[in-house]
Each structure stands twice: as structure tokens, then as C-alpha cells.
């Protein structure tokens, strides 16, 4: 665990960067630090590779001040990830990730096998390895600073806004691989971004700071969501936060049904039958085609181009109630679509039966309040 | 008689060709002069230039420096040490190290003041040590740079060293001067030809220098 203890940053200038923070990261999961720019999150995280040292306060890890071990063993034992990945562009992408194994005195063989295992971890081809940094496009010049950082097994790893300098699309892949990437390795990180929405994604729990370098809110995503402790974090949310909110509620719940679902090649009996306003016609395999109301289809003659759309399924249990929502909102029916792994229909679901669901997932997360927010203890609020 | 007329009259003259005042003994004084002067130029200019560039501290001590060693004539210093010291090879060394000194050292500084600051910042963070962060991180991308400093220096050496020859030392100086002095004008442009012969040759080295120590990635070619 690493425990910021009453922290103050003052800059030679008088600039008070970091305010008498006080934080505890627990071990093996992502800690994110949002906020503002200029807020001090920088230098927050900095202080914890002593890159800068406090002012006042303590910073300790395993219940060890940090002054206690020489800086550079301190560092090594901490992977550091930058914005724009800070790369060595006169090395080989491969050499760059062996960097600090070369530096801690493996051999040049056995730093390189781990190098290329690495790039492997975070989804590089192998056929990059001899390339140099200029030759990678942003978003693989930052998986390979992750790599770096990761070269030597640290338990910790600091970001930096890793993810701020590539587009949106990138950026939710390197997103997603990170995220991936500590399901398998299990690292202490803490992770700094000015991007509540990344913020939510990523963090296990999020420390919200606020201009001042003093520390708003420290709780997990779903309960800054849901409980946030002032205005500011509040409007620092944004106005959607209840929306946002849905993201942490599984849709499996979901009353579905298959009443209105009928294959392409269903008969004039079977399309009476339903009583419903709509029917989702899917193919022969059962993948959905589009809607279309009753009295539109004749049997033996149903064309896909004459149905409306269906918009974005949703696969119950690896989707929320967010993506759930988003379906029935975006269907030109107000009917959502779910289906399973394989793309076929399970059932449908209306924007009204989503809406219950939503309102019976609140009440049973505000009474259940400890379970739902998680680790309760931790959270802390600035005075 | 023009030039070329000069030139060729120079170099087809089979005495030129041996002996101690033939072009190769010259050639290779003068080279010998040039490598002593940017040697020691370098053992100064290269250390002081990456320490204060990686430190960021010293900066206008260099500018101030170059500057004053700049404004320094090359042949006043020569006469005026050969006065003092007497006649030998320290008055020639000395004015062709000042001389060397300022491009090697103030390029050198801004070679590594203009190095990206991430790549410092991350080798720092993952916990490399700062003379390591400054030969392996920093050097290795200001490198082109730096050679360019070197290059400047040694052409400007390369031309310079012909002053030697004042002081009664070989060189390819010896031609012009004696050339100069015997009104013998074929001597004094076959010496000035190969003074910039020698320069091309020294472009060459450079050329190949950066070829092979300069990375790819760096090259970014
Ligand atoms: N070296 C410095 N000297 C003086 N002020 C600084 C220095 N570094 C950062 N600051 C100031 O400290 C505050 C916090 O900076 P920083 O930690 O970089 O914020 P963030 O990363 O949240 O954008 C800002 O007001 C910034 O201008
Ligand atoms: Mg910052």
C-alpha cells in the first residue's frame, strides 16, 4: 500500500501545488487521480517516484518512508509511463523495453526475450521489434511505454495521462488493454488524467482533487456517481452522471421476451400471432434483421430492406444497464435487442421494462449502500 | 598563366612528391597539427558542453566564453605567445584551440538543451542514473549535433593551421609562406589547394562519422 500522509507541495515560486493530501492507495488495483489541470495531480504522482520531493508530509510504501531507500532503487521498483511515452528514439522498439532489464543487470539475451514477451502482453506484432519509436504511430508508441515500464515486473506502476495525446478510438483500445492487462498482472497503479470519463473506466477508486492541489473526493466510480460529496464534484461529473451511472448495473436482470421475435421465413400463422405493436424479424439463424409492424409483412415474401433498423443490440450479462438503455433509446421501436455471444436473439426488451429495471437497481444499491460502494473506509473527504 | 596553370604546374612537379618538404611530409604535419588542436579542443569543449547542457546550469558562462574567444584574433595570438614563449609548437596550439573551443562547446550545449525532455524525464523516472541518462539517453540524440559542432571546428582548424608556418613549422602553410615570400606563385596556390582539399577530406570523415554513429532512428532515415 502506498500512504500519502499529509502532503504539501510548495514550489520555490510559493506556488502551493498539493495541499495537505492525504491518500491510501491500496495495493494490486488502479487508483486514478482526476482533476483539473493544474490541480497537482502531476505532482502528486511525482512525489511518489521522489521525481519531486514533499515539502511537508510523508509518503510511504509497505509502511516504509520512502526517504528510507536510495532513489533509484525506489524507481526501479516503480514502472513510470509519460503522455507522449517518452520513448528513446535512437534505440530498437524492443531495446527500448529492455531498457530497464539491461539497467538492473540482466543479460542482453534474457532482456530481449522478455522485451519481446512484453510486446506480446500489450498487443505489439512482433514484427515491430527492430523498428525505431518515429516509425509507430502514437497509439503504439504509448503501448510500448507501457511495455517499458512493465519490463522488469514492478508491483507498481505510474501513469502519467498516458492516453491523453491519441484519438478517441485509440485511446479506448489502450483503455481496454489496460485494463486487460491488470485482470492478468494484478499491479498497484495509479493513474493520473484530467478525463473523469476515463477516470470512471479505469479506476477501482478514484481520488477526485481539486484546483489547490486539495483532495475532493476519494471513493469508487460508482459511488462518486451516485454520492457525489459536493458541487464541485458534482459539476465536475457532468450533467449525464446518472446515465453514467447505469454503467455499473448489470443488465442480466432484464425481463426479456421472445413473443415478437419471428424468423424470415415464418409462416402467415405464425406472424398473426404475436400481439404486439412490432415484430423483430431475425434470419433462419436467428440474427436479427430489423422491425416491422404486423400488418407490413406477408409471409414468404419478407425483404431485410424493408425493415427498420434495429439499432445496437445489447448482450445481457457482459452489457449494463447502460448499454441496455442506450439499445431501447436508439431503436426506432423503443424496443431493445439483446442477444447473446454469437450475435443471435435472445429476446427483446422495452424502453419502459429497461426504465423499471433502472429504478429497481437504485433502490437496491441505496439501501445496500456499503456492498454497493465498496470499500467505505478508505473514502475520504478534504476538510 | 592562369590557376589551373598553377595548380597543375604544382603538382606535376615530381620534386613535390618526396622529401622533407614534399606534399605528403606536409600533409601529414598538418593533419598531425589539426588532430592535436581539435583533440584538446574537444577534451575541453565536449565534457563542459554536455555537463552544463545536461544541467542547464552554466549556459551564459558559455556564451560568454565563446564569445571572447571568438573576438580573439588567431594570428595576434600566435605572434603574441610566440613572443612570449618563444618559438616551438605552443604558440600554434594555442590559437588553434581557441579557435576550436567555441563551436565544439557552444553546439554541444545546445545539442543537449534541445534534446526532448520526455525521454529524460521517463529514463530519470525509471530510475537511470544521471551520467547514464546523459551518454545513453541524451548524447545518442544530440549526436548529430554535436558532430556538426566538431566539423565546424575542424575546418576552421584544417584552414587555420597553415599558420604554423610562421613560426618556422611545417604544415601546408609552409608553401604559401615560402610561396609568399620567393614570389613563387604556383607554390602559394598548390599550397592554398590543398589546405581546401584537406577541408573536403575533413567534410568526408564527417560525413562518414555521422553514417556510423549516428542511429536510424535519430537519422530517421
Ligand atoms: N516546477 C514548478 N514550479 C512552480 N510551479 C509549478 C511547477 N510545476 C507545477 N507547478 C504548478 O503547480 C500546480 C500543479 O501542477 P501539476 O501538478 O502539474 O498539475 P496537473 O498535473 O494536475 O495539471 C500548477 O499550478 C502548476 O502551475
Ligand atoms: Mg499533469
Redesign the interface.
Known sequence: MIRIDSVTKRYPDGTVAVDRLSLEIPDRSITVLVGPSGCGKTTTLRMINRMIEPTEGTISLNGADLQQQPVTTLRRSMGYVIQNAGLFQHRTILDNIATVPRMIGWGRRKSRERAAELMERVGLDASLAKRYPYQLSGGQQQRVGVARALAADPPVLLMDEPFSAVDPVVRKGLQDELLRIQDELGKTIVFVTHDIDEAIKLGSTVAVMRTGGRLAQFAPPAELLSNPVDDFVEDFLGADRGIRRLSFFASEGLELTTDPVVRVDATAEQLAAPDAPYLLVTDAEGRPLGWAEPGDLTAGDIVAEGLLPYGRPFVPGADSLRAALDCAVLSPTGWAVAVDAGGRVTGVVSQQAVGEAIRAAHSAADTGDARAVGPADIAKVAP | MNVLDFVNAFFSDSAQWHGYDGIPQRLLEHVQYTLMALGIAAAIGLPVGLLTGHTGRGGNAVAFVATAARALPSFGLLVLIAVVVGIGLLPVMIPLVVLAIPPILVTTYEAVRSV?P????????????EP?ILLR?EL??ALPLVLSGLRSAAIQVVSTATIAAYVSLGGIGRYIIDGLYQRDYEKVVGGATLVALLALATLAVFWAAERLA?????R?R
Do not use: E, Q
Request: no cysteine; net charge negative; aromatic share 0%.
Open positions: 526532448d520526455a525521454p529524460v524525464d521517463a529514463a530519470r523516472g525509471m530510475g537511470m542514473h547514464d539517453v545518442p540524440v549516428v542511429s536510424p532512428g535519430v530517421r
